[in-house]
């Protein structure tokens, strides 16, 4: 086991040697585990058997998201996000963002304690910082929203234009919200700019509030069939 994963079960859990354990490489596979030696700095495990875990949604879900100036809404978010499901993450930098760096490392490891809390097998990707304009020269095919707050441009319901088991990326701004050229390049690259409804919400909650209305359209889906 890694030495931090390590330390944690021996000298948190208190487990010893002969305990069964259950692990996950992060990469959509779960494996029952005995222990074979008790070191917190370098456990061992026996393998006992191993099953794939493949994620519940559906679809590949892409979040890009202005990082927030506060570090711990951050962190919440990131939290949250893993444990809704999503399948990577971007930190992208835009005209009017706050955080010009990102914490990948910390937020790693957020991530990584959020998908052994929710009982995942598979962890997100991370990406470092990336240039708004080269995110979106890059982005792939599916669907594809940009949350935009300025009342002057004709925006629709994410909730009713959100398509069920459909690759998605959702784009979200920073505090300043994007630029008028950002979004007129947004828009260049086949996003479609989208509400969350009537309330005005943070960076963080927008986020949350897109991705769990895709998990929400795929679930309504499959009560229909």
């Given at each position: 086991?890694?030495?931090?994963?390590?330390?944690?079960?021996?000298?948190?859990?208190?487990?010893?040697?002969?305990?069964?354990?259950v692990?996950?490489?992060?990469?959509?596979h779960?494996?029952?585990c005995?222990?074979?030696?008790?070191?917190?700095?370098?456990?061992?495990?026996?393998?006992?058997?191993?099953e794939?875990?493949?994620?519940?949604?559906?679809?590949?879900?892409?979040?890009?998201?202005?990082?927030?100036?506060?570090?711990?809404?951050?962190?919440?978010?990131?939290?949250?996000?893993?444990?809704i499901g999503?399948?990577?993450?971007?930190?992208?930098?835009?005209?009017?963002s706050?955080?010009?760096?990102?914490?990948v490392?910390?937020?790693?490891?957020?991530?990584?304690?959020?998908?052994?809390?929710?009982?995942?097998?598979?962890?997100p990707?991370?990406?470092d910082?990336?240039d708004?304009?080269?995110?979106?020269?890059?982005?792939?095919?599916?669907?594809?929203?940009?949350?935009?707050?300025?009342?002057?441009?004709?925006?629709?319901?994410?909730?009713?234009?959100?398509?069920?088991?459909?690759?998605?990326?959702?784009?979200?701004?920073?505090?300043?919200?994007?630029?008028?050229?950002?979004?007129?390049?947004?828009?260049?690259?086949?996003f479609?700019?989208?509400?969350?409804?009537?309330?005005?919400?943070?960076?963080e909650?927008?986020?949350?509030?897109?991705?769990?209305?895709?998990?929400?359209?795929?679930?309504?889906?499959?009560?229909?069939?």
């Amino acid at each position: 086991m890694p030495e931090d994963e390590a330390g944690h079960c021996i000298r948190v859990l208190r487990h010893k040697v002969g305990d069964e354990i259950v692990c996950t490489d992060g990469k959509g596979h779960r494996y029952a585990c005995r222990i074979a030696d008790a070191n917190p700095r370098h456990t061992e495990l026996e393998i006992l058997s191993r099953e794939s875990v493949p994620t519940h949604w559906g679809c590949r879900i892409t979040l890009a998201v202005s990082p927030t100036k506060n570090s711990d809404r951050m962190e919440w978010m990131l939290e949250k996000a893993v444990e809704i499901g999503v399948d990577r993450i971007v930190p992208v930098k835009c005209a009017h963002s706050e955080r010009k760096k990102a914490n990948v490392e910390r937020w790693r490891k957020v991530m990584v304690s959020a998908m052994k809390q929710s009982l995942k097998a598979t962890l997100p990707e991370i990406c470092d910082m990336t240039d708004l304009n080269i995110f979106l020269s890059e982005c792939g095919t599916g669907q594809k929203f940009v949350g935009y707050c300025d009342d002057s441009m004709k925006r629709l319901s994410m909730v009713c234009e959100c398509s069920p088991q459909t690759d998605t990326t959702i784009l979200i701004g920073p505090e300043g919200d994007f630029s008028a050229d950002e979004i007129d390049e947004a828009l260049r690259s086949g996003f479609k700019a989208v509400t969350f409804g009537e309330s005005r919400l943070r960076t963080e909650t927008a986020a949350l509030f897109a991705l769990q209305t895709v998990h929400i359209v795929n679930q309504m889906d499959a009560c229909n069939r």
